[in-house]
């Protein structure tokens, strides 16, 4: 067991003096820096046309306009399809089902409120587009709020119906 231990002590004396040898450190092939060379900005003189050059003019007949769009969609002629497009969510519902909550005015205008079966309240004004066939509010009086809808009818011609929506007097 000595003997073990003389030469595993040896070793290890052997791993560590081979460890601790002082050499230079090797040099690898890295250039030294170079300084930057500032880059001089262009006399203006070199940047303005001189007088024999053509100043650049862009001819745009022929061409499309980059800002169109490339696919567009046909909107359709009749006013009652244009109103469609820009109805408010409160399209999505009944003039029937819609129910006039309460009714604001001062020096900014009249201003209703409106519940949805949904649950969610809508302020709507005057001018605006409301109900599934998008009738247009025409007036917000104290305690009703009119609205004006327009539709055809089989055979063609156009109808406006007046659809008055009254505050519910409080009870007691």
């Not at 201003?111 to 079966?117: F, I, R």
């Not at 917000?140 to 929506?165: F, H, Y």
């Amino acid at each position: 067991m000595p003997r073990i231990m003389l030469v595993v002590m040896t070793i290890g004396m052997g791993a560590v003096l081979m460890a601790c040898s002082v050499e230079d450190p090797v040099q690898t092939g890295v250039p030294p820096l170079k300084s930057r060379q500032e880059a001089k900005a262009p006399a203006l003189q070199a940047l303005s046309p001189t007088s024999d050059e053509e100043p650049y003019t862009y001819d745009t007949s022929n061409r499309r306009d980059p800002f169109r769009p490339l696919i567009t969609t046909n909107i359709p002629s009749d006013p009652a399809g244009q109103d469609k497009v820009n109805c408010p969510p409160t399209q999505e519902f009944e003039l029937a089902s819609l129910k006039l909550v309460a009714i604001v005015w001062g020096d900014m205008g009249r201003k209703a409120m409106l519940k949805a079966p949904n649950g969610r309240g809508y302020a709507v004004t005057e001018e605006m587009l409301i109900g599934r066939n998008c009738g247009r509010i025409r007036r917000i009086e104290s305690n009703a709020v009119v609205i004006e809808e327009t539709r055809r009818d089989t055979e063609g011609r156009v109808l406006k119906e007046e659809i008055v929506l009254r505050l519910r007097e409080r009870e007691g």
